[in-house]
């Protein structure tokens, strides 16, 4: 097993993803990125692959590119947007008479 620390951020913003490469280059991270519309490596990252989030065949291609090339990721972080509809209908509804509303419950804190 290898002790190399590697970090795989999907969606590389500018804003967000510039600063997770700097932090994790920071705090000794090999970084790859990983973008639908990416070419090339930027902010600092150590690998760039592209990725299309919405097909699970390009997903697995470049989980396998990056730890050939770059080593096994010990952290992933997807900041990618996909314009994929997510069915939000609750799948579970818990209810119980006895239980108390949320308006019943004590909202106050210590700070």
């Known amino acids: 097993m290898s002790s190399k620390l590697v970090a795989f ?15 994790w280059k920071t705090n000794g991270y090999a970084v790859a990125i990983g973008s639908r519309s990416l070419t090339e490596k930027k902010d600092g990252a150590d690998y760039a692959t592209k990725i299309d989030v919405t097909n699970p065949k390009s997903i697995t291609e470049a989980f396998s590119a990056v730890t050939k090339d770059v080593g096994a990721p010990n952290v992933v972080v997807y900041n990618s947007l996909s314009s994929v509809p997510i069915d939000c209908t609750p799948k579970l509804t818990l209810f119980h008479p006895q239980l108390p509303s949320y308006s019943q419950l004590p909202t106050q804190t210590t700070f």
């Open 9 to 23: 951020l999907i969606g590389p913003s500018d804003s967000i993803g510039a600063a997770l490469i700097k932090t």
